[in-house]
């Protein structure tokens, strides 16, 4: 399995390229499933998640045809995906796919409000949480659907078609609210979501369904009203940058007291992070082109972090925020609110020297004159990217293996990373 080498000390200088996120380009594509036409996506950043769910949806019997490359200059064509769902062959979401990949819960409401049936198997938990789906099924019977869990699989079926109720969500959650709106766009009248998630990839993909025909009214706040259609038809969509890997890039260059312009990216997303990076003693402003960081006086300095759904400070920065913390002068209180068990990179960083104590929901960092490299690994992807960045910072060497999570969520990380001065190198095993 591949490591990941890095030497610490330089400070990141230059520009890095954000590409498209990945947590909005994956429900677009399960989205595809939803009509006969084609559906045209731009900026999909490559990323072995996008290419799990690509290989679900052929399972599925949707076409896919790639364009294109991203790449380090605008100048290179944009990568286009074109998603067509003539005929949909099967219905049936299998283990081995949904336990690679989460997300692959997404083809549910699309497959039950086209095929009025859907065979998928149940996700499990997770290193982050035990991460129920109780949300996305209570609300599926809510349009009619009629649900059962069996063989370790959902199973569910709606032979006369769903039909549009109000459902208020007991709790924000990102993936019951996307699976809601697109069997919604295909149901019978009218549907509202209360307390829908907000998070930018949920408008995004609302953006997406109605560019498809979808009449959807609210994005961007909690309730969401989906007059439903019969048919959607083709459309092109441009999935909107990925604010979770500016924020990684924004507390990379905090982190190696560096300057760095994150092109393409937009400020609007990242509000929450960047007012709490200010405290911290970071310059972030916007650009014409993007969003540039950099240290205000050389000082970090220790600041309190809760996470919260959008637009509050996400869940999905928070280990990013932790490494920022470990070498600041002074404590922070990190406070995870949305997943019960996503401190795992804790004992990883304290084995570079951070000085870091969990009671439940709450990290105590206090601040530590230097990190130091070590061998360390991650479980999940936000964790594996802090230990890149806690390397970044460290003296000496840090090598990290279990690379394959951060090649489910950045591109190109450490052509990126070493474009800007740091001493970073791939080592394949
Ligand atoms: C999405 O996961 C993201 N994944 C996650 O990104 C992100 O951390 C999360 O939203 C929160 O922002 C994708 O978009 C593909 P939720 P999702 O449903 O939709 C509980 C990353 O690193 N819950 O909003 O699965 C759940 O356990 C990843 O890119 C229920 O109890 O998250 C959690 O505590 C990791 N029942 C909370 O709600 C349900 O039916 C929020 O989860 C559903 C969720």
Sequence with gaps: MDKIRIRGGSPLRGEIEIGGAKNAALPIMAAALLMDQPLRLTNVPH????????????????????E???????????????????????????YDLVSK?????????????RCGSAQVSLPGGCAIGTRPVDLHLRALTQLGAEIELRDGYIHAKAPNGLVGAEIVFPKVSVGATENLLMAASLARGETVLV??????????????????????????TGRLRIVGTDRLHAATHRIVPDRIETGTYAMAAAITDGDIELVGARYDLISAAAEILTQAGVTIRETPRGVHVRRANGVL?????????????????????????????????????IFENRFMHVPELCRMGANINVHGATALVRGVARLRGAEVMATDLRASVSLV?????????????????????YERLVEKLSACGASIERIRE
């Excluded at 003539?86 to 049936?92: E, G, L, P, V």
């Design 101 to 113: 990949m989460r997300a692959s819960v997404l083809v549910l409401g699309p497959l039950l409000a």
């Design 389 to 409: 960045l806690a390397g970044l910072a460290a003296e000496g060497e840090t090598t990290l293996s279990r690379v394959y999570h951060l090649d489910r969520g």
């Design 195 to 220: 307390n829908a998630a907000r998070e930018p990839e949920v408008t995004d993909l609302v953006v997406c369904l109605n560019a498809m025909g979808a009449c959807i009214e609210g994005a961007g």
């Design 68 to 94: 294109g490359t991203t790449g380090p200059s605008s100048n290179e064509t944009p990568r286009l995906l074109e998603l067509t769902a003539r005929d949909i062959t099967k219905t049936t979401a299998p």
């Design 47 to 66: 990323l072995a998640d996008v290419t799990t769910m690509a290989d679900l949806l052929a399972q599925l019997g949707v076409s896919i045809r790639i």
């Design 301 to 337: 300095a220790g600041v309190d972090v809760m996470t919260e759904p959008f637009p509050g400070f996400p869940t999905d920065l928070q280990a990013q925020m932790m490494a920022l913390m470990a070498p600041a002068q002074g404590a922070a209180m990190i406070t995870e609110t």
